[in-house]
């Protein structure tokens, strides 16, 4: 079961994902997708998870996650604050920081 992360709406800052040791911003802007409804002050958090069984509970202390989490959609969330190189001889996907 996929599941979108909930964030405040006044969720405001940059977070991070780590791939073969290196950190990989995300800024607020391109996470923060908006309200989950009209007037709520909880906003859709722009990467995703994926429960390996639906009926674990899904726990989210803003990105404490408990053991049912089988991976991550990270998508173009993550795409929009990084370059990526993809080296499909060698099945291979790089990336690197956007330059400042």
């Known amino acids: 079961m996929t599941r979108f992360l909930p964030v405040p709406c006044s969720f405001n800052t940059t977070i991070s ?8 911003a995300i800024e607020p802007q ?12 909880d906003c859709y958090g722009g990467n995703a998870v994926v429960s390996d069984d639906f009926r674990k509970p899904f726990v989210s202390s803003l990105f404490c996650f408990s053991s049912a989490i089988a991976f991550w959609i990270i998508g173009d969330v993550f795409l929009q604050n990084v370059y990526t190189e993809f080296d499909v001889g060698n099945k291979r996907l790089g990336f690197a920081n956007l330059a400042q």
């Open 30 to 41: 391109t996470f923060n997708l908006g309200a989950v409804s009209e007037n709520s002050t």
């Open 17 to 24: 994902i780590q791939f073969g040791g290196a950190n990989f």
